[in-house]
């Protein structure tokens, strides 16, 4: 199979979430894939589905290769019965793309786009023509379930009876009241069934700015995705109108009525008042300027706040008649739709009817998908004890919904979702515990004072330890209560090893903990070992480095060749720090006799074939290294860093080796998708160990 053709005869269906969790299954495993409309509206204007996927992917195909014609020239050929002939010219441009890439997702048009009445399906023809599997999307919203039945049916035996081989059909949009009775209807094992959401048909602040071209006046990078539930006017006084506003409001004020946006902004600080989605003000009109002052002076939270040049009825009719769409940037509603597809999809099934082959090529994003779903396998619980920052709270609705994992945060809970409203984010699906008021802090003390009462440590003391959240989620981890930790965004590399050094301690075969980073360079992952932990590491502790790190790599599936480090390859060089690399290299040999192991070696002869084979002819590991283990973390260090700014490569980690359970420490400049890798990381991770 080389493509799959994506469509529905409906508007509205959700074709693109479906596109989505396709593309998403297929980057796992295929490096070059391609994308291509067929129709699109108008070539006069870009095509959003087009640019969504181009972005999300990486795709390098060059926008106009990416679709076919536009509607007015498709409807002229078909009224010049000149059918066949645009086959034709479809089929070029499709072939164009098929002989440079391993697989193509098309994505059809809806019919009711087409003013024109057919007596065939254009979507099933253009897919036969393509000799395209084919995909079927329908839409159930406010559908009878005797008419979802009937319409499955009916599309499946018009696509298999035009001889198109009907891959799957997605019954989407469901509503929840007739979700499994209509599963039980419909019992095929190519029918895949999901639930109306409505967040995703509900537009962001960001689709109100695009669709009403408004001036950002007050705006965060995150803003863009916060949903607009209602509109409300701001027609009467602020005592009045303060009871009426409830979350996710879209607040359309004049800029002159300075009261009313004081008033909203105290409102959205306050615990008792419902937190709106934004302001908008109309009439281009500006804010007076110590407004502007006291909103500069707020550093814990900002309101979005908009303008536009229409009057208050027109830019409400404007923002009522915006609708919701998928964008590259709007990684909340991307985790959601994902986060959907892949409950009700069986993943596997889908796998085996393409026969998707492993690519020996790994970008960044194939390893990212790579990680999401064996993370959403093993589906651990991880305790984020950070829940006073922004980004932690940020990655746990991301990675909830992408279903990664489950979420326990540390906190007053009060506090912690009132956060997440003024956030504008979802954490209903995380537990939160306030360490202070928690049942088990008594038990954890007491388990605590007994792991270190050797040390001197008293029972006092430990129980005033548990008020710090870091010791508490380590004891978690440690009681079993959740499978591993993350810290780090707003705490030390050492205040994040230490309890986990003192409580869950090191694996029986090693005595350091050591860590390790992915580095995705643009098509392969190498590990470099240890830029984080260890500073000058004997000959013993790097060879438990190697080890350690060998066995991480074959978690991930990777097939461990281990170069030792050194400024000198092979017997080419002499001195302490060679003869160190070289000690450690023996008892890796040793102990791991399997492992394939060079050292020491530079880092020139362990990644580039040509100089290794001039350096060391016949090794197994020169030239083809895939695991770097550096002599000291000075090096390691820099090393790291220089590679990922010079060459753009995406550094995961640090990811903590050594212990009995998975701890891992964030940098604290971390950003939300490196918390969130990081959790992916952490529960397979937990998988492997529990």
């Known amino acids: ?68 014609f536009d509607i007015p020239y498709i409807e002229m050929m078909i009224a010049k019965e000149s059918t066949d002939e645009l086959l034709e010219e479809l089929i070029t441009k499709y072939k164009s793309l098929e002989e440079k890439y391993d697989f193509i ?21 253009i897919a036969q023509n393509f000799a395209s599997s084919y995909i079927d999307v329908i839409n159930a919203k406010d559908m009878e379930l005797s008419d979802i039945v009937e319409s499955a049916a009916i599309n499946k035996h018009s696509i298999t009876s035009q001889k198109c081989f009907h891959f799957a059909t997605f019954i989407n949009r469901i509503d929840e009241s007739i979700y499994s009775e209509l599963k039980k209807e419909i019992q095929d094992e190519n029918v895949f069934f999901l639930q109306e959401i409505k967040e995703l048909d509900t537009p962001t602040i960001g689709d109100i700015i695009d669709n009403l071209q408004a001036k950002p006046i007050v705006l965060d990078f995150h803003d863009r995705s916060r949903l607009v539930k209602q509109i409300k006017v701001a027609a009467l006084t602020l005592d009045n109108f303060l009871d009426r506003i409830e979350d996710g409001d879209l607040v359309v004020v004049p800029a002159d009525r300075s009261e009313i946006i004081v008033g909203l902004i105290c409102a959205a600080e306050s615990s008792s008042f419902a937190k709106i989605s934004g302001i908008i003000m109309p009439f281009n009109m500006q804010l007076h300027t110590n407004v502007l002052k006291l909103i500069e002076g707020i550093k814990s939270f900002h309101i979005p706040i908009i303008s536009v040049d229409t009057d208050t009825y027109t830019t409400v009719k404007n923002i009522d008649a915006t609708k919701a769409t998928l964008k590259a940037s709007d990684e909340r509603k991307i985790a959601l739709s994902l986060g959907l597809f892949n409950q009700n999809v069986d993943i596997n099934r889908i796998e085996s009817r393409i026969e998707l082959k492993s690519s020996d090529v790994m970008t960044p994003m194939m390893f990212e998908y790579k990680i999401f779903y064996m993370a959403k396998k093993e589906k651990k619980k991880i305790v984020l004890p950070e829940s006073e920052d922004d980004r932690i709270l940020r990655a746990a609705e991301i990675v909830l919904r ?65 008020h710090n959240k870091t010791y508490f989620a ?26 986990a050094l003192q409580i869950i301690k090191t694996s029986p075969d090693v005595t350091i903990v050591s860590s390790l980073f992915f580095i995705c360079l643009e098509t392969e992952v190498l590990i470099y070992a240890d830029c984080a932990v260890n500073e000058n590491p004997t000959a013993e502790e790097l060879a438990q480095i190697a080890i350690s790190t060998a066995k991480t790599a074959l978690r991930f599936g990777i097939e461990p060749r281990i170069a030792m480090l050194s400024y000198s390859t092979g017997d080419s060089g002499s001195g302490e720090d060679v003869q160190k690399v070289r000690q450690a290299t023996e008892i890796v040999k040793q102990r791991e006799p399997s492992l394939l192991v ?71 400049g971390c950003s939300v998708v490196d918390i969130v890798n990081t959790v992916a990381i952490t529960a397979i991770q937990a998988g492997q160990t529990s």
């Open 105 to 125: 997702v098309c994505l059809g048009i809806q019919r009711p786009f087409l003013k024109q009445s057919f007596d065939f399906d254009i979507n099933i023809k």
């Open 474 to 499: 380590t004891m978690m981890v440690h009681s079993g209560d959740v499978d591993a930790m993350v810290s780090g965004a707003s705490h030390t590399t050492a205040e994040t090893i230490r309890p």
């Open 598 to 668: 060079e050292g020491p070696i530079q880092y020139d002869a362990a990644i580039d074939k040509d100089v290794a084979k001039k350096k060391l002819p016949g090794s197994k590991v020169a030239g083809e290294a895939n695991i770097f283990i550096f002599p000291d973390l000075n090096t390691g260090n820099n090393i790291y860093k220089a590679v990922q700014r010079s060459t753009g490569a995406i550094a995961i980690g640090p990811v903590l080796q050594g212990l009995n359970k998975p701890v891992n420490d964030l940098s604290r």
């Open 1 to 68: 199979m080389k493509s799959i053709y994506i469509a529905s005869n409906t508007k509205n269906a959700g074709s693109l979430l479906i596109t989505t969790g396709m593309m998403d299954i297929i980057s796992r495993k295929i490096h070059k894939i391609g994308f291509f409309k067929p129709i699109i509206s108008n070539q006069k204007k870009t095509d959003p589905d087009i640019e969504f996927i181009r972005s999300r992917y990486n795709i390098d195909i060059p926008y106009e290769e990416c679709y076919g």
């Open 402 to 466: 992408n279903d990664l994992a489950d979420i326990i945060l540390l906190g007053d809970e009060i506090v912690v979702r009132q956060r997440s409203l003024q956030l504008g984010i979802d954490i209903s699906k995380a537990k939160i515990i306030d360490p202070l008021q928690s049942e088990k802090a008594e038990a954890y003390a007491h388990s605590f004072y007994q792991l270190r009462k050797a040390k001197g440590i008293s029972l006092e003391a430990a129980k005033d330890t548990m």
